[in-house]
């Protein structure tokens, strides 16, 4: 039975593998680069293990992050790779049932309840392994920039950890879904993929109400050194107990070369009021949200099996 | 010695929705038996074949192929059965190798041997693919698949219906070779009659949902007279044989009558009718108070 679920999905298959294999080698090439400059900009003593980095930090952490900016910014866009796999994986079982194959596969002699558990527990599986694997490559690649930056903030937290594998998961389930109950291809994708998207977006909006954010407020002249690594999810200027100050009192303390002065910021009471999640947080969140793909993921194949059980059989 | 028969349904109903695709179906259809099942579009033969291998439940009734249930027991008669689904679904993307190879891995009976034999024998290369094939050949692979697994039932949703005439011709010669061959029971599906009655001993007409006739063919064909005389009532003779349809013209009545023994009345010229004439008669009437026989025996 597992060379026919492989044999029927074997085009998508080797588009998986085609896409991890493309995401692969691009990780890797720019990882690899990402590294050699790592290692040349003496950052060692910068990381996130340091316990007080010396103060020239500030600078090389900020032109290595400058520089690394357009890799920084694909997270985003990398966030679409588990859809896509999911969705693929998932589209077999319901190209089976769109183009009516089901009825030559269950009349041979293999139980309907065989059937569907081999198949569904093969996509699972090979959505865990293809979400591990994506896990895999992209804490690789991002290590130089997360041992300096953390990894909580948006471009990055929803590559790493665990929840790779909840959207992945999610993605294949949302297919399996309306693909049962509709069976028609084009549209259990579609709408899969739209499901998915939807579901990211506002999971990435939501997530800072997971656990509500903590509040600091920080002096200038010391820097967030408290907050290193958090998300930071707003900055702004108050005064010593958080209130808004006048729009003026900051713009005065603008110093000849076009930076803020903190000396002057100091003299005026202003402080710099951050709203944020410290990366302690990081596996807290990770759970949370993949405990939340993770559960819509079994609601939908629970009514794919249900659906399969009760209706179409 | 009583013998288990190939397929018997005892007041068996399949609902969609509100829709009643098959209701009160009780028949027993022997073993060993080719048996057609003729019915319009819309009749139920699609419903009553997917019921009969499992791939569908019963909302009423009971439903046994072989002596089991193949919902309760997928088991006994999954691996006995071979069925050709509507459009014979295959994977158009599979060589016919890997064809026989879905067959043998998901068959514990499946014999590899004979179905080389028979794609050989229709001049089909094992590295062709099925999506390549014309629609005769289609069937033919899907024919070849259902043999393979040596069933003892043989049960084909409208397999000629896609097929050009003689396409259709050299399909049913292979299922009826294919019959000589291992004695398969084999029930088949149509709304074509003209070319079943050739090759099948037992029939059953569905109408709109219900079983309007079921029998041996000869028996049917016995049975039922088509009576013509002066234009008359017939009420009295449907105190003795049940009419079917009766048509009167200005000046003349005719009848067919599924008779009760014989038919003596002198008011009537008595004569035979073929069994496409007695389809379309039954397919004709309104089946809502359940007709009578039902049994095939």
Known sequence: MTWVVWRQGRSEAILVVGLLGALGLLLILTGAHMRSVFGASHLSPCTNDAASPPAVCGLLVGSFRQRFDGLNQLGPWLGLIPGLVGVLMAAPFVLELDQGTYRLALTQSVTPRRWINTRIGLLLLGAVLCGGLMIALATWWRHPLDSLGGRIGPNEFDLEGFVPIAYTLFAAAAVLAVGTVSRRTGLAVASGFGAYLVARLLLRSLRQHLIPPLHALIAPPKGPYGIRHAWVISESFTDPHGHPVPNGAVGRCFGSSGDLEPGCLARHHVVSSFVYEPASRFWSLQAIEAGIFLSLAAMSIGLAIWWFKHRLT | ?297
């Open chain 2, 1 to 297: 010695m009583t013998t288990v028969p190939a397929l018997s349904c005892d007041g068996l109903g399949k609902r969609f929705r509100s829709k009643w695709a098959l209701r009160d179906c009780s028949l027993r259809i022997p073993a060993g038996s080719v048996t057609a099942l003729v019915g319009p579009n819309g009749a139920g033969k699609t419903t009553l074949l997917q019921l009969a291998v499992g791939i569908s439940a019963p909302s009423a009734g009971e439903i046994e192929t072989l002596g089991w249930s193949p919902q309760r027991d997928p088991l006994m008669v999954l691996p006995r059965i071979g069925f050709l689904a509507q459009d014979h679904p295959l994977y158009r993307g599979f060589t016919l190798a890997e064809m026989l190879t879905f067959g043998r891995k998901l068959n514990s009976r499946w014999d590899d041997e004979a179905a080389r034999r028979r794609l050989d024998g229709l001049g089909l290369a094992l590295t062709q693919r099925v999506g390549k094939l014309s629609g005769g050949q289609q069937a033919q692979v899907a024919l070849t698949l259902a043999l393979a697994k040596r069933p003892e039932i043989l049960l084909l949703d409208e397999p000629a219906a896609s097929l050009d005439p003689l396409a259709r011709r050299e399909f049913l010669q292979g299922l009826m070779e294919a019959v000589a061959e291992h004695g398969v029971t084999v029930v088949l599906s149509s709304h074509i009659l003209a070319e079943l009655e050739r090759v099948c001993d037992h029939l059953v007409i569905l109408s709109r949902g219900r079983v309007a006739l079921a029998g041996d063919t000869e028996e049917i064909v016995r049975s039922h007279r088509l009576l013509t005389g002066a234009r008359r009532d017939v009420d009295e003779i449907a105190q003795l044989h049940s009419v079917i349809r009766a048509t009167t013209t200005e000046r003349q009545t005719t009848a067919l009558v599924h008779a009760n023994g014989h038919v003596y009345d002198s008011h009537w010229r008595v004569s035979d009718v073929d069994l496409e004439q007695i389809v379309l008669a039954y397919l004709a009437l309104d089946p809502s108070p359940s007709p009578g026989p039902v049994a095939v025996r």
